[in-house]
């Protein structure tokens, strides 16, 4: 999200002129893009302040003819902390909230003149519908689409309904030449809901999960996820969707069986979890207990049997008990997860925990715990991942490997990273003619080997999509896979 925010913001300066520089030396306006939903995302930002601030003294000492540089603060931080930013940071010229990037090129000009300038107004329809994001990375055979904006559940850990503001839908299809995967972004995807368009007249309501429960009325009528997904899947069958992040409450069998059928749609579904026991999550008011969050697991993997899962933990929230915590722990061990996001519990002003319960672990326990969660999720992913040894699998080439020119990096359908050499492989399963393996090929490899976080394989062939999940294909891809080995 915060990226996409970044490309947002890039493009309204792009458009008022301003040109962007990865060298600090030439930087006359430093902006960062923060996050407020733990401490720790905080306190990295002041720790840069800090870095900064001795840059400027510099600057303004060895350069007396540069102009002062700029320091803004951009994106949730900003919207929490509002001008107390600038009374703890004297450095720091522009502060901008999440809804007002469009106001940057007014707020700099105001800094120009050596005032400081603040825009934390939040907004119930501002989607930047309007802003064409300018994608960073040039040469990524993938982008972010954000389809939504804030946040209406209000879980009671959770600072993001206040950062980020109330839900807002945006469509923005992206069907650029080149890209091979879009990944649609909001705060519960699967809740989207766009009722701009008057001509759709949808009967069917929202359903929610059996078992789950929200604290604001379901929206009704308009173009749903379901239809969304429909829509955007159709839009080039070679691009992958992936799409995050969703909220259980939200998984209708439409968006299910769309995910089973449409082999662009990954089948890989996050499923955010927080907690294993149910009292914790009713103190989370997450509005389902363990045992629908275990049958809807169940139901999802009924409908969709290969499906990847991972899934999002909170680690020592406020009076979380060591049996509590066990049954996160076999939580984990039940529901099996390619990957597990997990983090140490940190209050958060404004949020109804903050208000209403006590954060009385201690920062130990909620550390050890955390450690915990994060080696049990890498045994059992080691244990998934060994499994895949053997497969045929088709990996979107995303470049380089990080760790070694000789190899090439991407990702399979669950997301999961797969390693592969960079050699000269067939065209087609059916061509003698070979090429090298490029960023935003799609890629049949074996996998041969697994460790908790990457697979690595023997690259067959060059392939599309849609060729590879071609069932007429089948039985050729079968003797290609054979005598390419
Ligand atoms: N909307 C998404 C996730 C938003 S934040 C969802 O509901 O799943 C990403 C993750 O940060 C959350 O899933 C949660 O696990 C974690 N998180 C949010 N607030 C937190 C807090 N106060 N302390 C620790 N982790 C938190
Ligand atoms: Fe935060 Fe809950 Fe909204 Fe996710 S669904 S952003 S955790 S309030």
């Avoid at 703890?88 to 300038?117: F, H, I, N």
């Avoid at 998984?251 to 955010?272: A, G, M, T, W, Y």
């Amino acid at each position: 999200m915060n990226v996409n925010d970044v490309e947002i913001s890039w493009s309204v300066l792009k458009n008022s002129g301003y040109t962007r520089t990865s060298e600090l030396g030439q930087a006359d306006v430093i902006l960062m893009m923060t996050c407020s939903i733990r401490d720790g995302a905080e306190q990295k930002i002041w720790r840069k302040l800090n870095i900064l601030k001795q840059y400027k003294k510099k600057r303004q000492r060895n350069s007396e003819n540069l102009p002062p540089l700029k320091i803004g603060i951009l994106g949730c931080m900003a919207e929490r902390l509002k001008s107390k930013i600038l009374e703890q940071e004297k450095m720091v010229d522009l502060v901008c909230g999440p809804d007002a990037y469009k106001d940057l090129p007014r707020m700099l000009a105001v800094t120009e003149s050596g005032q400081t300038a603040v825009n934390v107004l939040l907004s119930l329809d501002e989607t930047y519908a309007d802003v064409m994001p300018v994608r960073l990375n040039e040469n990524s055979p993938s982008a972010f689409v954000s389809i939504m904006r804030g946040c209406d559940n209000m879980c009671s850990y959770c600072i993001v309904p206040f950062t980020r503001g109330r839900e807002r839908n945006e469509v923005r299809m992206l069907s650029d030449q080149g890209i091979k995967e879009v990944t649609l972004l909001g705060q519960n995807v699967n809740s989207y809901r766009d009722t701009s368009d008057s001509t759709i007249h949808n009967s069917i309501d929202t359903k929610l999960t059996p078992g789950f429960k929200t604290v604001y009325k379901p929206k009704t009528g308009g173009r749903r996820f379901s239809d969304l997904l429909d829509k955007v899947s159709q839009i080039d069958p070679e691009m992958r969707i992936r799409f995050t992040s969703p909220h259980p409450k939200d998984f209708p069998d439409e968006v299910l069986d769309l995910i089973k059928e449409r082999s662009n749609i990954c089948n890989q579904i996050h499923l955010p979890a927080q907690s294993g026991n149910s009292e914790v999550l009713q103190r989370m008011r997450r509005g389902y207990t363990r045992e629908a969050y275990l049958d809807l697991v169940y139901h999802i993997r009924h409908r969709i049997p290969d499906v990847y899962l991972s899934s999002d933990f909170i680690a020592g929230f406020c009076e979380e008990t060591e049996l509590e915590h066990e049954d996160t722990v076999s939580l984990m061990k039940e529901v099996k997860y390619h990957v597990v996001y997990s983090f140490p519990y940190s209050m958060r002003q404004k949020t109804s925990a903050y208000h209403r319960l006590k954060d009385n672990v201690p920062d130990d326990v909620k550390s050890r715990r955390h450690l915990q969660l994060r080696d049990l999720f890498r045994q059992e992913a080691l244990k998934l991942n060994l499994k895949e040894i053997g497969s045929t699998q088709l990996i979107l080439i995303e470049g380089e490997s990080k760790r070694s020119p000789l190899d090439m990096a991407g990702r399979n359908d669950g997301n999961v990273k797969v390693i592969v050499p960079n050699t000269n492989i067939p065209e087609s399963c059916a061509d003698i003619s070979t090429r090298k393996i490029q960023r935003g090929d799609y890629v049949v490899v074996k996998i041969r080997s697994a460790n908790s976080q990457v697979l690595h394989g023997i690259p067959l062939y060059h392939t599309s999509l849609t060729e590879f999940y071609n069932k007429d294909n089948l039985i050729t891809e079968q003797l290609c896979q054979s005598s390419a080995l």
